[in-house]
């Protein structure tokens, strides 16, 4: 069944084009990698399923979640949809969570908006979330604000808010890129169990063709605004068709060779 | 074989603020104890998370911060040294992100000859500037650009030319290519590979990123909360690893897909 439909989206700041014509499907339960240097459109892309454009962007084409409409409607009819049945994760948690509010609070938000949950139920259910992205001792860092969390622990909390309401889509961006590469490992190892135990779809994107490649099923390459190739993760290791593609898969291919020519280590 | 630098017993611990007002201030320990070697054509990376030290040890060894205790020596001579110009000669930086190491109202040209003249470094500054650009893969037009015209990998190309203009004998790269885009990355460290072998520069290049320390160094310090936990050829660290946090940085390298 295709949870996602993207068809034709153009996202144009004035004149300028930042996205042009992109068009991918996404099946519910599956995961789609998105890469792209900064500048590519991959995360323009995502904000726009997710409705979260900055207003000065216009988009153009059609966004169909379970066959509705996305493109277009306002942020009113919007706020149903977000947080509920998409849910996301971003690059920075330390931005993206609101430093006044207690952590506890902030994952009741969604579920008594959308669940209609009463406070203290709400934050019960929170503590339970938090045990899940596996914090430990939740009934303390409900109580703490990010300031007093480390940078995985944070992302865990952007984890659990976005996954609160059990969403049939997670879009998650550079969700690792501001953490070190033991925490790294980690997060992505829980995205992934997550994913998989919900049933959820996952938009993933990143710069990172290895994380990606260990995220997702397939991998939408962009470039300058562009898809200019989708394909199964092993036809892109395989066999790339666009040379732009090629050069991405041998840059990585070449640093993945030199760690192996220095230590020796047999591929999976 | 020539011992550029050397690091004694280095330490440098910073006060943080006090939590209460009745609470003791407490210390940072950034770097503890660290004792380090750098032989002329040396090439060393220094490895490890975001708060273990590295960049710490850098600003040390740079001359940029001072020591709590212990004691850096250029050439068998402590520093700080009575005349720090031949030190900065010899030994010159390139940092992680060149719009914030690139001064935004210099044009390209300025930006080079700014060692040159802050150093007194006696030869031609023109020609220099021809040549340190055409050694990192620049176009004499460059000459007159500004930061903000350029791309990622050019400004990180023209804080190279910087760095190697008053002819270093050592380089230290701090995260020299985390900001940029992947294949602009490779380009970087390929010049970085390059420029090391054709100049017989010594090199310390420190980042997060081991795959990176593989391509480039020959031995390897690991550091982890400001200690040097493991040390020794780049090989036998990466192929046998005896301390835990070590083998955790190892098994953490995202892996690819072998495709068919």
Do not use: W
């Amino acid at each position: 069944m295709t949870l996602l439909q993207v068809r034709n989206l153009t996202i144009r700041f004035g004149h300028r084009v930042v996205v042009d014509d992109v068009s991918f499907e996404l099946e519910a339960g599956q995961r789609l990698g998105i890469i792209g240097e900064s500048g590519s459109g991959k995360t323009l892309t995502s904000l726009a399923v997710i409705g979260l454009l900055p207003d000065t962007a216009a988009a153009t084409g059609s966004i169909l979640l379970d066959g509705q409409e996305l493109m277009g409607k306002s942020d009113r009819e919007f706020s149903s949809i977000r947080g509920n049945r998409i849910g996301m994760v971003f690059q920075e948690p330390l931005t993206a969570l609101n430093p006044l509010m207690r952590v506890g609070k902030q994952i009741a938000q969604p579920l008594r908006i959308h669940r209609g949950m009463r406070m203290t139920a709400a934050i019960a259910r929170a503590a339970e979330l938090c045990a899940r992205v596996g914090l430990p001792d939740p009934e303390r860092v409900v109580r703490s604000y990010p300031h007093q969390l480390s940078g995985g622990q944070r992302q865990r909390i952007g984890l659990a808010i976005a996954l609160a309401c059990s969403p049939s889509l997670l879009i998650a961006d550079e969700p690792t890129t501001a953490l070190d590469v033991t925490v790294q490992q980690d997060v992505l190892k829980l995205i992934n169990d997550l994913v998989r135990s919900e049933g959820s779809s996952l938009i993933f994107v990143s710069h990172d063709l290895p994380v990606v490649s260990s995220m997702a099923e397939r991998v939408a390459v962009m470039r300058s605004g562009q898809v200019v190739e989708l394909a199964a993760v092993n036809e892109l290791f395989g066999a790339a068709r666009h040379e732009y593609a090629r050069m991405l898969v041998d840059a990585a291919r070449r640093s993945d060779d030199d760690f192996i020519r220095v230590s020796e280590r047999g591929r999976k | 074989m020539t011992t550029l630098l050397r690091a004694d017993g280095l330490s440098r611990t910073y006060k943080l603020p006090r939590t209460g007002v009745r609470s003791e201030k407490s210390v940072r320990h950034a770097l503890v104890d660290m004792n380090l070697v750098i032989n002329e054509g040396d090439k060393i990376g220094i490895v490890g998370e975001s708060g273990s030290g590295k960049t710490t040890l850098a600003r040390l060894l740079l001359g940029l911060d001072v020591p709590t205790t212990g004691s850096v020596s250029f050439l068998g001579d402590k520093l700080p040294l009575p005349d720090m110009r031949q030190f900065r000669r010899q030994i010159q930086v390139v940092f992680q992100d060149p719009r914030s190491s690139l001064n935004p109202r210099m044009s390209v040209e300025d930006i080079i000859i700014e060692p040159l003249e802050c150093l007194g470094v006696e030869e031609s500054h023109s020609a220099r500037i021809e040549e340190v650009l055409s050694a990192v893969g620049l176009s004499h037009e460059m000459r007159s650009r500004y930061p903000h015209e350029l791309s990622g990998g050019q400004r990180q190309r023209v804080a190279i030319a910087r760095a190697l203009a008053p002819r270093p004998r050592l380089l230290i790269a701090d995260e020299p290519v985390s900001a940029l885009d992947v294949l602009v990355r490779d380009e970087i460290l390929a010049l970085i590979s390059d420029l090391t072998a054709n100049l017989g520069l010594t090199l310390i290049l420190i980042s997060h990123d081991l795959s990176l320390i593989a391509r480039l160094c020959d031995d390897v310090v690991v550091m982890q909360d400001g200690v040097a936990v493991e040390r020794g050829k780049t090989t036998e660290v990466f192929r046998a690893p005896s301390h835990a946090f070590t083998k955790m940085l190892i098994a953490s390298v995202p892996r690819l897909p072998t495709g068919q």
